[in-house]
């Protein structure tokens, strides 16, 4: 029954007018087919029915998979608008027939969100949150996976001994937290580990950092977005286009360096002038980026009939 269902906050197909699809990295080779199939099955069916489609900004690609690429097809015959979060995932969607019609660039739209600082968090003078991503040990090459956990000891130890305050935060508290644990132990305990599961309370941490050292991208968009400078390591191309979109392209690392290459890196944004110049260019991008989400939210407010 109706009400039963509202309770649940559960809803029928035939109750949605509008489907967006906030996947954020899905439709690509190096997650498989299997997930593209099924949103293929579901979008089909839900544009049977007459639903709005729009896959809102995205990485997406490459599509070398014949399988992934067939979904993908699919997907995008069935949607109405396409936001690509980048132009190397731009370019990937283009090369399908009938892309051009709707598809469109548009940043991470989480950077007009506002974070909160919870009551537990307390900021400590040039603290430097260090945020672990499991993905660089299962999507990379064996080199680099091989050398991740002794690059982010690395930079642990660079930050202790330029007397700056690091702390560990996690995202998800499944295998990062296990990576962050086993770094507390091999440093005994000289930096603490935060797990938070709401966004809004990790972004609002972010913002009050004086450095953030990241591997999970919506841990970059939340620093950069804010104005807080962020080192990096990724293991897609939305990294570095995410970097390029900023304006500060030398701060990606490469989880390859040698203890002297991250120190030089964490000086680059830890000492002045440089401090202030890059400061002064992430703010400029931030804005910039903020417009163009707001630019990508009318489109899709033209689209469902909102404005």
């Known amino acids: 029954p109706s009400p039963l269902r509202r309770n649940l906050q559960l809803v029928l197909n035939q109750e949605i007018d509008v489907l967006l699809d906030a996947s954020g990295f899905s439709y690509t080779d190096q997650w498989g087919a299997a997930y593209a199939q099924r949103m293929a099955a579901?979008?089909?069916?839900?544009?049977?029915?007459?639903?709005?489609?729009?896959?809102?900004?995205?990485?997406?690609?490459?599509?070398?998979?014949?399988?992934?690429?067939?979904?993908?097809?699919?997907?995008?015959?069935?949607?109405?608008?396409?936001?690509?979060r980048d132009r190397v995932s731009y370019d990937y969607v283009e090369q399908f027939e009938g892309a051009e019609s709707k598809l469109s660039l548009a940043p991470d739209f989480t950077n007009l969100v506002t974070g909160r600082?919870?009551?537990?968090?307390?900021?400590?003078?040039?603290?430097?949150?260090?945020?672990?991503?499991?993905?660089?040990?299962d999507k990379t090459s064996p080199e680099v996976r091989d050398k991740y956990l002794t690059f982010i000891a690395n930079c642990i130890q660079c930050l202790l001994?330029?007397?700056?305050?690091?702390?560990?935060?996690?995202?998800?508290?499944?295998?990062?937290?296990e990576i962050a644990l086993d770094l507390q132990t091999k440093f005994d305990g000289r930096f603490p580990v935060i797990a938070e599961a709401d966004p809004l309370a990790i972004k609002g941490i972010l913002g009050q950092c004086f450095l953030v050292i990241s591997s999970r991208f919506h841990g970059i968009?939340?620093?950069?977005?804010?104005?807080?400078?962020?080192?990096?390591?990724?293991?897609?191309?939305?990294?570095?286009?995410?970097?390029?979109?900023?304006r500060c392209p030398q701060?990606?690392?490469?989880?390859?360096?040698?203890?002297?290459?991250?120190?030089?890196?964490?000086?680059?944004?830890?000492?002045?002038?440089?401090?202030?110049?890059?400061?002064?260019?992430?703010?400029?991008?931030?804005?910039?980026?903020?417009?163009?989400?707001?630019s990508m939210w009318q489109k899709v407010h033209q689209a469902i009939g909102l404005s």
């Open 42 to 84: 579901k979008l089909s069916r839900l544009k049977a029915e007459g639903k709005k489609i729009i896959l809102l900004p995205q990485a997406f690609g490459p599509f070398e998979n014949p399988e992934v690429k067939s979904a993908f097809e699919v997907i995008l015959a069935n949607s109405d608008l396409v936001f690509a």
């Open 221 to 246: 968009v939340s620093s950069l977005s804010q104005g807080v400078p962020c080192l990096a390591t990724g293991w897609s191309h939305k990294y570095q286009m995410l970097f390029e979109d900023y």
């Open 251 to 294: 701060l990606l690392m490469n989880p390859l360096f040698e203890p002297s290459e991250i120190k030089a890196k964490i000086e680059l944004v830890t000492t002045e002038p440089s401090r202030s110049e890059i400061v002064e260019t992430i703010q400029i991008a931030a804005q910039e980026q903020k417009k163009l989400s707001q």
């Open 161 to 177: 001994d330029l007397d700056l305050n690091p702390f560990i935060m996690v995202h998800q508290t499944g295998k990062d937290y």
């Open 117 to 137: 600082v919870p009551d537990s968090f307390v900021s400590q003078e040039r603290s430097v949150c260090i945020v672990p991503n499991v993905r660089m040990l």
